[in-house]
């Protein structure tokens, strides 16, 4: 990066820590510390519950997955606007209620303590792997960046968000959320503008985005039902409702966030805005990647986009294997070129069967292109056995070091640092605080000070800083990383929904069905995934009806029981 890139990254970066600083100062009780007096507004508590979502990864994998797999992923949040609405409903009103720090409280107050130990465990193992993986992507970037290991960088960000959110505290998490999104959704905008203004006169964004479409990389929407397909309409409204249900209902890094408003009203407000903003957030972004495509049409792509594995493909043994995939890349690139600028002359008169023609070809020349990057992938497999070899995280990483102005990279690359920050200092405090809330002050100092609970929060913050730490470093095996930290939460998330629905909706069902219910049904979600038996995101509509199910039918079993 030039100078000026890290003068933008730095004062970016620093704005935000110095403003959340000057926000929390003074906060030294519980509920200033884990949930800013509960005095954020609405518009706080929409953005706020954004940010905690779009991590680093969002960013960075998103463009990955529209590059390689098109818009299709959007589906996936098709559930999350209705999500919104039985949240507004049922869980809202009934939180507020209860004055609770975590969503854990009320199953002690409605089952037992057991239950209510046993679901924040569930939420403890899932979001501090989740964490991990927040901390692993930005680190990709100055791994990249600086020519280091990612050991090195991963450990530099865990330290700087873990001081981060040790001294801030919810209040600071929530205010330098709204400063962060501003910048993020600025930045995105301008990216997206940039690839469109980079290609060649004749190619606005309708040509660009119908060119994308005949790439295949504009396939929105998929009305087949499929079990064994992640993502179409279906899996999206089923499986993304439970999902989404699960993650801002019961996931306490998003429960926090709404815990905080003033009112039921704001914080209602905060979550119907998320609803309607999610939705073409997350296509926008995905539509960045798909664009790429085009943008690689006329610009020579790499066959594949780390560029450290690359070094280090070419300094074994199977140097010679990739340099032929490679030059025959080049090939294919220049054939493109031939093809891309005919479609685009004929784009400016309009001549439909050249359009149709060049359409064809290049259609042709990316299948040969994504078939040469399938044989790269499997050369760099063979050549370190230890690596994925996913590289979708570094395409849209690729095109902002090698394509975008000074300065603009700067930016870019502070907004996957803002959010990685955001996303990390939710997860981090959301650890801590349950952890003291429904793990510490529960079972171990029942009788203390709120000024003791502070300092216990903040030393839980440093411990799970260093356990996500730890899972960053092993982050890189799995794979197009917004996919991974979905799948892991659908591991978790249908079960602890199961818990909280039959809380709220089965009166009659009792702590010791409840409990044991659950823990048979995330038996069997883990069965279900080990076994490959189907599409990541039916494992939470499959956990929460499986716990729903088994709690009612060991109530009924022990009423019988009783009666005999």
Same mark, same amino acid.
């Given at each position: 990066?030039?100078?000026i890139?890290?003068?933008?990254l730095?004062?970016?970066?620093?704005?935000?820590?110095?403003?959340?600083?000057y926000?929390?100062r003074?906060?030294?009780?519980?509920?200033?510390?884990?949930l800013?007096?509960?005095?954020?507004?609405?518009?706080?508590v929409g953005?706020s519950?954004? &940010?905690?979502? &779009?991590s680093?990864?969002?960013?960075l994998?998103?463009?990955g997955?529209?590059? +390689?797999?098109g818009t299709r992923?959007v589906q996936?949040?098709?559930?999350?606007?209705?999500?919104?609405?039985?949240?507004c409903?049922? $869980? =809202?009103?009934i939180?507020?209620?209860?004055?609770?720090f975590?969503a854990?409280e009320f199953? %002690?107050?409605? $089952?037992?303590?057991?239950t209510?130990t046993?679901?924040?465990?569930?939420?403890l #193992?899932?979001?501090?792997?989740? +964490? !991990?993986i927040? #901390?692993y992507?930005?680190?990709?970037i100055?791994?990249?960046?600086?020519?280091?290991?990612q050991?090195?960088?991963?450990?530099?960000?865990?330290?700087?968000v873990i001081i981060?959110?040790?001294?801030?505290?919810?209040k600071a998490?929530?205010?330098?959320?709204?400063?962060?999104?501003?910048i993020i $959704?600025?930045?995105?905008?301008?990216?997206g503008?940039?690839?469109?203004?980079?290609l060649?006169?004749?190619?606005?964004?309708k040509?660009?985005?119908r060119l994308?479409?005949?790439?295949?990389k504009?396939?929105t929407? @998929?009305?087949?039902?499929?079990l064994?397909?992640?993502?179409n309409?279906?899996?999206g409204l #089923? /499986?993304?409702?439970?999902l989404?249900l699960?993650?801002? /209902? +019961?996931?306490?890094s998003?429960v926090?966030?709404?815990?905080a408003?003033?009112s039921?009203r704001?914080?209602?407000m905060g979550?119907?805005m998320?609803?309607?903003?999610?939705?073409?957030?997350?296509f926008s972004?995905?539509?960045?990647?798909a664009?790429?495509?085009? $943008?690689?049409?006329?610009?020579?792509?790499p066959?594949?986009?780390n560029?450290?594995?690359?070094?280090?493909v070419?300094?074994?043994?199977?140097?010679?294997r990739?340099?032929?995939v490679?030059?025959?890349?080049?090939?294919?690139? @220049?054939?493109k070129a031939i093809s891309?600028?005919?479609?685009?002359?004929?784009?400016?008169t309009n001549?439909?069967s050249?359009?149709?023609?060049?359409?064809?070809?290049l259609l042709?020349?990316?299948?040969h292109?994504?078939s040469?990057?399938?044989n790269?992938? %499997?050369?760099?497999t063979?050549?370190n056995?230890?690596? @994925?070899?996913d590289?979708?995280?570094?395409?849209?990483l690729?095109f902002v070091?090698?394509?975008?102005?000074?300065?603009l990279?700067?930016?870019i690359i502070a907004?996957?640092?803002?959010?990685?920050? /955001?996303?990390?200092?939710?997860?981090?405090?959301?650890?801590a605080?349950?952890?003291?809330v429904? #793990?510490y002050?529960?079972?171990?100092?029942?009788? %203390?000070? @709120?000024?003791?609970?502070?300092k216990?929060t903040?030393?839980f913050?440093?411990?799970w800083?260093?356990?996500?730490?730890?899972i960053?470093?092993?982050?890189?095996?799995l794979?197009?990383? =917004? %996919?991974?930290?979905? =799948?892991?939460?659908s591991l978790?998330y249908g079960?602890?929904? !199961?818990?909280?629905v039959?809380?709220?909706?089965?009166k009659k069902i009792?702590?010791?069905?409840a409990?044991?219910?659950?823990?048979?049904?995330e038996?069997?979600?883990c069965?279900?995934?080990?076994k490959d038996?189907?599409?990541f995101?039916w494992?939470?509509?499959?956990?929460?009806?499986l716990?729903?199910?088994?709690?009612?039918?060991?109530?009924?079993?022990?009423?019988l029981k009783?009666?005999?």
């Amino acid at each position: 990066m030039s100078s000026i890139d890290w003068i933008v990254l730095s004062v970016t970066l620093l704005t935000i820590v110095l403003y959340g600083v000057y926000k929390s100062r003074g906060r030294k009780s519980m509920e200033a510390y884990l949930l800013a007096d509960r005095e954020m507004p609405w518009y706080n508590v929409g953005l706020s519950v954004m &940010a905690t979502q &779009a991590s680093a990864i969002t960013f960075l994998s998103a463009p990955g997955q529209g590059f +390689t797999d098109g818009t299709r992923f959007v589906q996936f949040y098709f559930g999350l606007p209705i999500a919104m609405l039985v949240l507004c409903i049922t $869980f =809202i009103p009934i939180f507020h209620r209860l004055k609770v720090f975590t969503a854990y409280e009320f199953l %002690e107050q409605r $089952f037992d303590l057991k239950t209510r130990t046993f679901t924040a465990l569930l939420f403890l #193992i899932q979001r501090g792997v989740s +964490t !991990g993986i927040t #901390i692993y992507a930005p680190s990709i970037i100055l791994s990249t960046i600086l020519n280091i290991s990612q050991v090195y960088t991963t450990s530099i960000i865990a330290l700087l968000v873990i001081i981060y959110t040790v001294y801030g505290g919810t209040k600071a998490v929530s205010y330098t959320h709204l400063l962060q999104m501003a910048i993020i $959704f600025s930045a995105m905008f301008i990216a997206g503008y940039m690839i469109i203004h980079m290609l060649p006169e004749g190619f606005g964004f309708k040509e660009t985005y119908r060119l994308a479409d005949k790439l295949g990389k504009i396939n929105t929407i @998929d009305t087949k039902f499929d079990l064994n397909n992640r993502y179409n309409v279906w899996s999206g409204l #089923i /499986g993304g409702f439970f999902l989404a249900l699960s993650y801002f /209902g +019961t996931d306490q890094s998003q429960v926090a966030r709404y815990l905080a408003g003033k009112s039921i009203r704001e914080s209602r407000m905060g979550l119907i805005m998320n609803g309607i903003v999610k939705i073409p957030m997350q296509f926008s972004i995905l539509l960045i990647g798909a664009l790429l495509v085009v $943008f690689y049409q006329f610009y020579t792509p790499p066959i594949y986009f780390n560029e450290h594995a690359v070094t280090e493909v070419k300094a074994s043994s199977f140097a010679a294997r990739y340099d032929s995939v490679e030059h025959a890349a080049l090939l294919v690139a @220049d054939q493109k070129a031939i093809s891309i600028h005919a479609l685009s002359d004929a784009y400016k008169t309009n001549a439909t069967s050249e359009i149709a023609k060049h359409e064809s070809l290049l259609l042709g020349y990316e299948q040969h292109y994504q078939s040469l990057r399938k044989n790269a992938k %499997e050369i760099i497999t063979a050549s370190n056995t230890t690596k @994925d070899s996913d590289d979708s995280n570094y395409v849209f990483l690729n095109f902002v070091i090698h394509y975008l102005p000074k300065g603009l990279i700067g930016l870019i690359i502070a907004v996957i640092f803002l959010a990685s920050m /955001g996303s990390t200092a939710s997860g981090l405090s959301s650890l801590a605080s349950t952890t003291v809330v429904d #793990i510490y002050k529960r079972l171990v100092k029942k009788e %203390e000070s @709120d000024e003791s609970y502070v300092k216990a929060t903040r030393w839980f913050t440093v411990a799970w800083g260093v356990f996500a730490m730890i899972i960053a470093f092993y982050a890189g095996k799995l794979g197009n990383l =917004i %996919e991974a930290v979905n =799948i892991l939460g659908s591991l978790f998330y249908g079960t602890i929904l !199961g818990i909280f629905v039959v809380a709220f909706y089965f009166k009659k069902i009792g702590a010791n069905a409840a409990f044991y219910g659950a823990a048979l049904a995330e038996i069997i979600v883990c069965i279900c995934y080990w076994k490959d038996l189907t599409a990541f995101l039916w494992l939470n509509v499959i956990g929460c009806l499986l716990v729903v199910i088994f709690a009612f039918s060991i109530q009924n079993l022990l009423k019988l029981k009783i009666k005999n």
